[in-house]
């Protein structure tokens, strides 16, 4: 049988060395080819990365097992007494009867006449061949050695759920939505492409924190006073310093008689964030600028550390100052606002 000479890309690292391969053969979808060889005769560790498998050594020997079909097909009677001068006990399938193709270049099997009226009283039966060990030549490229290949963290953030068959599901911002510089993925091979420069889209990071502020806010101290896809913002309730009666015309802008109603006003709202994104760019609001990172380990630290202080200040309860009459406002703790821009820690 011959065997398409592999091309095996290597890199070496304290592990061993990270194979894979472009032109293995019996790749697919979610299966990696290169673990249907032996190598050395032994099977190869998976990796971390799908494309992509560990084996200690350089090999000598690349070679993989290869099912082969059965052989001696024949038909034998299910009950062995029905055996008679007519109706043989084992019938070679040659015997019985031919493949025929049909219009639509499909093979069947067709019984000749003389037994085709029996052909119910037969099972087919063949017997099994041990698979066939076939060598590949292969030239083997070590690409890199890296000393140590750190696997990217997990990547994952919830974003605007969706009604999906009746329930609310989320959707995800996650490591496909990372966005990599075009020459680093033409360099670097795909298993090391995690340590490199990234970043994700303002309008991802926009999801990631309008979903976050969603699910961490404290509705005591603020509230969200606009959520759409194109903008989004948040305000702080800020206890006054001297709570005040409101009188107004609960039926003004209508045909009813006028209603005075009186109310004890003790809180006001500030606007403390706002964002739009730079798809949507919606007027007066800030596009959010999208989150980068020297490899993804880092990029997921920036949006962490970006979420957990952004929260800090949008749940930091305010109050007014009663020595300046409202004028100013106190923090319970000294921290700084945080708006839709973000520098790199």
Known sequence: MSETKLTINAIKSNKGYYVSSPNAQGGYYGHNALTDYLFDGVTPNPSFHEDWVIIPNIPV??????????????????????????????????????????????????????????????????DPQPDL?????????????????????????????????????????????????????????????HETPCKLSSEDTYKIVREHIKQHINLKVARITSDYDFCFEVAKIIPLANPHNWTYNDNAGTRRLKRMVTKLVSTKEIKCFEMTNDNNNYKGYTPIEGFEGKNEVDLKLQIDNYLGELMAYINEPLKECSHCNGNGVLFNGDIEPVTAKHEEK
């Open 133 to 193: 060990e076939v060598v590949s030549e292969f030239e083997f490229n070590v690409l890199f050695d890296v000393g140590e290949i750190i696997p990217p963290s997990e990547f994952k953030y919830p974003v605007n759920k969706r009604w999906y068959d009746h329930e609310l599901h989320p959707d995800f911002v996650e490591k496909s939505n990372i966005v990599h510089q075009e020459l680093d993925k033409i360099i670097f091979p795909s298993i090391l492409i």
């Open 61 to 126: 020997k690349i070679s993989r097992m290869v099912e082969q079909p059965n052989t001696n097909y024949r038909f034998i009677l299910i009950d062995d007494s029905l055996k008679s001068d007519k109706i043989p006990l084992e019938l070679k399938r040659e015997e019985a009867g031919e493949f025929i193709d049909d219009c639509e270049s499909n093979s069947h099997f067709v019984w000749k006449d003389e037994y085709a009226m029996y052909r119910s009283l037969y099972t087919e039966i063949s």
